[in-house]
């Protein structure tokens, strides 16, 4: 089959995560970085829960990381997405994790501490989000 | 601590027929489960004075209250987190009846599950809320049914523990065992062999067809009085040892994926924790469970969140029958979500007080307390009912 001509869910944008996706666009996988004691978190939360601080910027991850768990989904099937579709929780070297696609990797073939990479992710309307590949 | 020790019990319970197409509406289910619980009790509808139901219910308290007569309302409430809130309504009436608020509080859930607003549709929404924020990013690759978010976490459990295919299975055909002689349940005389669960079709890897629960349309209803008062009532009462919600750090709905361990449930280790210390109990004095089971995975878990063996051990527990009547934790002896309904776990606390008093279809010898829990992902809750 040819490529669904139906697009992905997309994300609601608001003032905690909208600054995420732009910097996806930007071809950036990015991690929110607490400005005063430093620790990393991700989803995207305004207030670090380590020291309580609002103050954050982020850093650009490596994209280097490993299979922390993984799913294959086979049904239901929603349009805008290729199936069998693999869904990632990837293990980032920076120390968080990130739910994701793998792609390029056969359904049979993705394994628990499988290296990965990121690989920037373009549909057809131009809406950029980070996938995963094995590493090459 | 102990304030809600023994303070209330479950006096009535009512279920409407469990369907796949009820062709009425939610707002008609709930009204007849009401009524149901309270007839149970001996009680009349205008003796009702609290109605606490699920946020995801689509029938408001005052709607239920109009429908069936119910008297003036001094306390009503919802409970957010989908299945996570089964336990939660019962704590809400159980606070209220203990602190004097309402003296007959009816729980309700009705849900036309199958044949409307399927759970298996995945999420959506256009409103901008924290909630939703925390939804789009599984949303936004295709991750949309309760079934893909729990199949990450049961994945890494079995990948640590070696937990098997036929193990998820047994626990499937331990619970479609006690449903094949159960009349309301969607598994009444269908037997299920560990064949048809492995020759049933992948959906959210390593989760097959029958690791899911049921799609139902149906009400079940509870009313919850005062242990004091609940001893004149119809029914034997089913007496609240303990009861407790639980939510703990880094938790999410469905997704807490970021947690440094992956293999535990810990809302239900604190939820163990509380439960057992306010009843005074342990492990080895519960003798039956209705461990919620929109999974087969989730049950596997929970034995060793409630501490009825060692981690990596839930497998070995299940393979020697422990699920089983014969067993030393008979579970959802009713068939469960899996194989009774899915009327998002308030029949399988219908089933805890039937067991409490020796009414189940699969009724074990001797039953003296009963543990059930509520959603597992999500934040929940677990109590424990005892014999007045
Ligand atoms: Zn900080």
């Not at chain 2, 939610?26 to 309270?38: D, G, I, Q, R, T």
């Not at chain 2, 890897?205 to 149906?218: I, K």
């Not at chain 2, 497998?315 to 029958?321: A, S, V, W």
């Not at chain 2, 279809?361 to 424990?384: C, D, F, R």
């Amino acid at each position: 089959m040819s490529e669904s001509l139906v697009s992905r869910i997309k994300p609601v944008l608001g003032l905690d995560n909208k600054w995420w996706w732009d910097q996806a666009a930007e071809g950036v996988l990015a991690i929110q970085r607490c400005q005063v004691c430093q620790s990393l978190r991700h989803p995207p939360r305004p207030m670090c829960d380590q020291c309580q601080s609002q103050e954050w910027d982020f850093i650009s991850a490596s994209g280097k990381g490993t299979v922390c768990s993984f799913t294959v989904l086979h049904h239901p099937k929603f349009p805008g997405y290729d199936y069998p579709l693999i869904i990632v929780l990837v293990e980032l070297a920076e120390g968080t994790r990130i739910t994701s696609q793998l792609t390029g990797c056969e359904p049979d073939e993705v394994d628990f501490d499988m290296p990965v990479e990121m690989v920037m992710q373009r549909d057809a309307d131009g809406f950029q989000l980070p996938y995963f590949r094995p590493s090459q | 601590m102990n304030s809600l020790h023994n303070k209330a019990a479950i006096a009535g319970i009512g279920c409407t027929e469990f369907s796949k197409a009820s062709g009425r509406s939610e707002l008609s289910l709930a009204s007849e489960a009401v009524v149901a619980a309270v007839t149970d009790a001996g009680l009349a509808p205008s003796e009702i004075d609290g109605l606490v139901s699920y946020t995801l219910d689509p029938t408001d308290e005052i709607e239920v209250a109009r429908s069936v007569g119910a008297g003036d309302l001094t306390f009503f409430s919802k409970v957010n987190y989908g299945g996570g809130a089964a336990v939660g309504v019962v704590h809400q009436a159980v606070m209220a009846v203990a602190t004097g608020q309402a003296n007959n509080v009816v729980v309700y859930r009705a849900m036309n599950g199958r044949s409307g607003q399927r759970n298996g549709q995945g999420v959506s929404g256009q409103i901008v809320t924290s909630d939703l924020v925390h939804w789009s990013w599984y949303q936004v690759y295709g991750m949309l049914t309760p079934g893909s978010w729990i199949a990450m976490i049961a994945n890494k459990y079995m990948n640590k523990y070696g937990v098997t295919a036929e193990d998820l299975g047994r626990v499937a055909i331990s619970q479609r065992n006690y449903a094949v002689t159960n009349p309301r349940a969607f598994g009444y005389q269908k037997p299920l062999t560990m064949e048809d669960y492995l020759a049933s079709k992948m959906i959210a890897s390593p989760l097959r067809l029958y690791d899911f629960c049921q799609e139902s349309d149906g009400g079940c209803a509870l009313l919850i009085t005062s242990a004091e008062r609940a001893i004149d009532l119809k029914q034997k009462p089913a007496v609240i040892r303990g009861i407790t919600q639980a939510s703990t750090q880094g938790q999410e709905q469905m997704t807490s994926f970021y947690r440094n361990e992956l293999s535990t449930l810990p809302e239900m280790e604190l939820a163990a924790k509380r439960v057992y210390a306010q009843s005074g109990l342990q492990a080895s004095d519960i003798d039956a469970a209705c461990l919620y089971d929109a999974f087969t995975s989730e049950v596997v878990m929970q034995l060793e969140s409630f501490g009825f063996c060692g981690p990596g051990e839930a497998k070995d527990f299940i393979k020697e029958g422990g699920l089983d009547i014969d067993g030393r934790l008979p579970n959802n002896t009713h068939g469960g979500l899996l194989s009774e309904a899915y009327i998002h776990g308030l029949n399988n606390i219908a089933e805890a007080v039937r067991l409490i008093r020796g009414e189940s279809t699969n009724q074990p010898k001797s039953i003296e307390h009963v543990l059930v829990s509520s959603g597992v992902g999500v934040p929940t809750g677990a109590m424990i009912l005892g014999q007045s």
